[in-house]
């Protein structure tokens, strides 16, 4: 499947949309902006697991995983030299994923990605590569 940076974008929207009403709204908005910005390490994670959590089932698959990094990676394609190959991207996220599977059982709950983010300062880093494209 192609990725593009309209995606991500897209990925982000989803995730200011708190209702998932497909708009969002002033409240949602400055919400999303606060947790960001603001908001405690644990908020910032919520919010960024949500990104990740692309169909909102209240885990991450690596399907999920790797096409967000993807899509980040698309879009800061745009503007790094040389351009991430395909495969540096795959495996980029399968790293990261295979460190937040803690029990190995193919996906990532909410409390696996705390715990392991709460406590590995480079996964959140790689993680929060959202932070320097918003
Ligand atoms: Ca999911
Ligand atoms: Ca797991």
Redo the contacts with the bound molecule.
């Keep these: 499947m192609e990725l593009n940076a309209s995606q991500y974008a897209h990925y982000v929207f989803k995730a200011f949309d708190h209702d998932g009403s497909g708009t969002i709204n002033f409240q949602e908005f400055v919400l999303g902006l606060s947790t960001i910005s603001r908001g405690s390490p644990t908020e910032k994670l919520q919010w960024t697991f949500n990104l990740y959590d692309i169909n909102g089932d209240g885990c991450i698959t690596r399907e999920e995983m790797r096409e967000i990094i993807n899509s980040i990676y698309n879009l800061l394609g745009r503007f790094t030299e040389p351009c991430v190959s395909a495969e540096a991207t795959r495996d980029h996220a399968d790293r990261v994923f295979d460190k937040l ?9 909410f409390d ?1 990605f705390l715990e392991t983010c709460l406590h590995d300062e480079n996964i959140t880093k790689s993680l929060s590569l959202l932070d320097t494209v918003l």
């Design positions: 599977d803690m029990n190995k059982d193919g996906i990532v709950t696996e």
